[in-house]
């Protein structure tokens, strides 16, 4: 069985409830997320839909909205940047922008992380 992060998973079924709720306005469904949470089965079919989606592989994106974050990547990591643009971090150097490398910038924030290299497992 998949270990579930909780706060992955509560983190997924509040965006759920808020894409439920998003007649009102957002202030407005956090008030009501809040009191769902008081009663037992307040939220129990936006937590199920994260169970789910979790079980499923999905995964948040991470986003990356400043500098700093950006150089702390590991290599290998890959990005999609605020206009579109997907980079490789290569080296120290930094990163390279996938395709033609017609109208070549750094990469924008905030980015998206497409990919991360797997931690390395010390035994």
């Known amino acids: 069985m998949t270990s579930i ?12 409830f808020l894409a439920d709720n998003a007649r009102q306005s957002e202030a407005e469904a956090l008030v009501d997320w809040e009191a769902a949470l008081s009663i037992t ?11 789910g989606l979790i079980a499923k592989d999905y995964r948040k994106p991470r986003i990356i909205t400043t500098v700093e974050e950006l150089d702390a990547l590991p290599f290998e990591t890959v990005i999609r940047d605020a206009i579109g643009g997907v980079f490789e971090r ?34």
């Open 5 to 16: 992060d909780t706060t992955q998973r509560d983190e997924l079924a509040l965006d759920i």
């Open 41 to 51: 089965a307040g939220t129990t079919y936006a937590h199920g839909i994260a169970d």
């Open 90 to 123: 290569w080296n120290l150097a930094g990163w390279q922008k996938a395709g033609p490398s017609l109208g070549a910038h750094d990469p924008r924030l905030p980015a998206s992380v497409l990919s991360e290299p797997e931690a390395e497992v010390t035994p």
